[in-house]
């Protein structure tokens, strides 16, 4: 099935599009037409900006964050995405099984991602208090730790945003097995029991997946 483009949020600062197909395949037709892939922290921001009611914060879609799922350890959240990097081999992956991180060039990716990543040590995060979470911190922070305090009250206020909708953010994982594994994280659409971080959902190769991208050059967006 060929690539279909969702125009979403246009120019005005930042530009924001969806690509729906196969992962590998929308992730190449994206970036092809001059976006790069959209982080955690962009994605809160924009369903702030646009509303509860838009089609960002309606729609769940795939980001460049990864669960690393690890053998006898907590699970880590990663900014530097091991699926993003080996896109086509992910998605192979995950018509069978779970995209195992064991040949030598896949460890290099795993080990270079845990470098910038933070441990999954809760299911659910209470939404008043996300500027006091590590993980929600480091999740929806706009400045990636280079501001700490600013990243805290981004956090703060994608949690007010969702304080009315549900209490507490879950984060939903798969099981560990006995070698480690990478699980693109899925942003899910806002609902009562539906505002996740998903780590559950490993059908990267489906005809329906999203792939939201972003182009801060809007000017250059436009113009095309």
Not at 44 to 72: C, H, M
Not at 150 to 159: H, M, P, T, V, W
Request: charged share 30%; aromatic share 10%; proline share 3%.
């Amino acid at each position: 099935m060929a690539v279909r483009r969702i125009e979403d949020i246009k120019p005005a600062g930042i530009a924001s599009d969806v690509w729906v197909g196969s992962y590998d395949e929308a992730k190449q037709e994206m970036e092809r037409c001059g976006f790069r892939e959209i982080d955690l922290a962009v994605n809160a921001k924009l369903r702030r900006e646009q509303g509860k009611g838009a089609y960002v914060s309606k729609n769940g879609n795939w980001t460049s964050a990864d669960f690393l799922i690890l053998p006898g350890k907590n699970p880590r959240l990663t900014r530097s995405s091991v699926i993003s990097a080996f896109a086509k081999q992910a998605t192979e992956a995950s018509r069978t099984g779970e995209f195992y991180l064991d040949t030598s060039e896949l460890k290099e990716a795993y080990e270079k991602a845990l470098e910038d990543s933070v441990e999954i040590d809760a299911t659910r995060i209470n939404t008043h208090r996300f500027n006091k979470s590590k993980i929600a911190t480091y999740a929806f922070g706009t400045t990636c730790g280079e501001n700490i305090e600013q990243d805290k009250e981004d956090a703060r206020l994608y949690g007010e945003f969702l304080s009315d909708i549900i209490s507490e953010m879950p984060i939903i994982l798969p099981n560990s097995e006995s070698k480690p594994f990478a699980r693109k994280v899925w942003f899910r659409w806002l609902g009562v029991s539906w505002s996740a971080l998903g780590g559950d959902h490993g059908d990267l190769y489906g005809d329906d997946s999203r792939v939201r991208g972003v182009c801060e050059n809007a000017e250059g967006v436009a113009k095309k």
